[in-house]
């Protein structure tokens, strides 16, 4: 079964509001998660590595004050993405796992398709 | 040069054949290397991870990693319609995943 979920899978708004995704892990604790972009027919892009209880660490190219990363706990990560425009519409995919051995691999929840109208 | 390399595709294969995909990587210190698919729509879901050199199977998929040669692959024995996706290579770094761009792979019945 699922060990990571995301929600809410499909969101449509109005250009200039803010959309908040969340990721959770749920088999297991997660200090650190990560979250994606990805544009049609593209690759998964890492946007951030977001720390539970610390700030998260953005990509180059990314502002990080349109893409607010929230770690609160060990299992839920937050992505807002504020006052959104069509060019933000894309799939966002978080992840989680990974990081307490190098063999551990990342478990990817089921991704938000994101339109901005 | 980008840090993980994959032949975009599409690639077609016919069904009951071999599909062979192919990777390679830049980072000579990379340890652990994943093959993801991916079905249009979707989030990519893991189907195999190798962290040694040599061939690692597991039922109808082999991983086969060269680290001299900085090159990893999948092997896709019997191909049926239904593995019909987008296959990404990963490559883990100290701790962040990279993706290649991915191979588009269409199985023909």
């Known amino acids: 079964g699922a060990v990571v979920s995301q929600h809410p899978s499909w969101v449509i708004c109005k250009s200039g509001t803010s959309v908040k995704i969340e990721c959770r892990s749920l088999?297991?604790?997660?200090?650190?998660m990560f979250w994606y972009r990805q544009f049609p027919k593209q690759s998964l892009m890492l946007m951030a590595t977001?720390?539970?209880?610390?700030?998260?660490?953005?990509e180059q190219g990314v502002e990080k004050d349109k893409f607010l990363i929230n770690h609160a706990s060990l299992t839920l990560s937050t992505l807002t993405v504020t006052s959104a425009h069509p060019e933000d519409s894309s799939f966002y995919i978080c992840?989680?796992?990974?990081?307490?051995?190098?063999?551990?691999?990342?478990?990817f929840g089921d991704g938000t398709r994101l339109s901005i109208l | 040069q980008k840090e993980v390399e994959q032949n975009s595709g599409p690639l077609s294969v016919p069904e009951g054949a071999i599909a062979s995909l192919n990777c390679t990587y830049s980072d000579r210190g990379s340890q652990s290397f994943f093959w993801y698919r991916q079905y249009s729509g979707k989030s990519p879901e893991l189907i195999m991870s190798?962290?040694?050199?040599g061939d690692k199977e597991d039922g109808r998929f082999t991983a086969q990693l060269n680290k001299a040669s900085q090159y990893v692959s999948l092997l896709i024995r019997d191909s049926q319609p239904s593995d019909s996706a987008t296959y990404l290579c990963a490559v883990k770094g100290a701790q962040k995943l990279v993706f290649g761009q991915g191979t588009r792979l269409t199985i023909n019945p």
């Open positions: 190798i962290y040694s050199n």
């Open positions: 088999d297991f604790q997660a200090t650190t």
């Open positions: 992840s989680a796992g990974g990081t307490a051995t190098l063999r551990q691999p990342q478990h």
């Open positions: 977001s720390n539970e209880g610390s700030k998260a660490t953005y």
